[in-house]
């Protein structure tokens, strides 16, 4: 059986999980293949403010002050990604995930962002990953719900409200849903 990329999708951790990193959590899948899988958390935020994150990395942040960073994921937390929504510049150097969704690791990107902040701009640290082999198991499993990947969730959705938006995206009540072996 060949297996199919999950990227991009959403990955919604089912009620089953109860590992802290991932409880409710929902995660943007930005990378699958055969020997790894790479995605970013993306209703995990933090109290430190983008501005403090920028400074500690000599940038300046010519956003809001509310603005926080987000917790992408358990793995490597001292490197940061960025997501970029519409509207962000198109000479910022990033991946397109989705369409109106790109993200970069790069500090000049983030240097860039942080001088003249588009509207939808996620700031994260750390990542979420799995081994060959790994995710496609959980899923298995019963642990998460795939879900199509879509700009409104990504970037207009309240992360408290995330879990639950991605869940009714398909339709279903979060209410209602039962975490089974091969709920997909």
């Not at 995660?27 to 400074?55: I, K, Q």
């Not at 998460?144 to 990504?154: F, G, I, N």
């Not at 408290?160 to 279903?172: C, P, Y």
């Amino acid at each position: 059986m060949t297996a199919t990329p999950l990227a991009p999708a959403l990955l919604v951790a089912m009620e089953s999980v109860v590992d802290p990193n991932f409880r409710r959590s929902v995660v943007l899948m930005l990378h699958h293949g055969e020997d790894e899988a790479v995605g970013l958390v993306l209703n995990r935020a933090t109290d430190v403010p983008v501005e403090v994150l920028c400074e500690s990395i000599d940038m300046r942040w010519n956003g809001s002050e509310e603005a926080r960073v987000d917790w992408g994921g358990p793995v490597d937390p001292e490197h940061g990604w960025v997501l970029l929504g519409d509207g962000a510049p198109d000479d910022l150097d990033a991946e397109r995930v989705a369409p109106g969704i790109r993200y970069s690791r790069s500090q000049d990107v983030l240097r860039d962002a942080a001088a003249r902040p588009p509207e939808q701009l996620r700031v994260l640290l750390g990542y979420a990953g799995w081994g060959p082999g790994q995710l496609e198991s959980e899923i298995a499993e019963g642990a998460w719900l795939v879900v199509p990947v879509s700009h409104p969730l990504v970037f207009d959705t309240d992360r408290d409200d995330l879990w639950s938006a991605a869940v009714r995206s398909l339709g279903i009540e979060p209410a209602t849903l039962v975490g089974t072996r091969g709920i997909n």
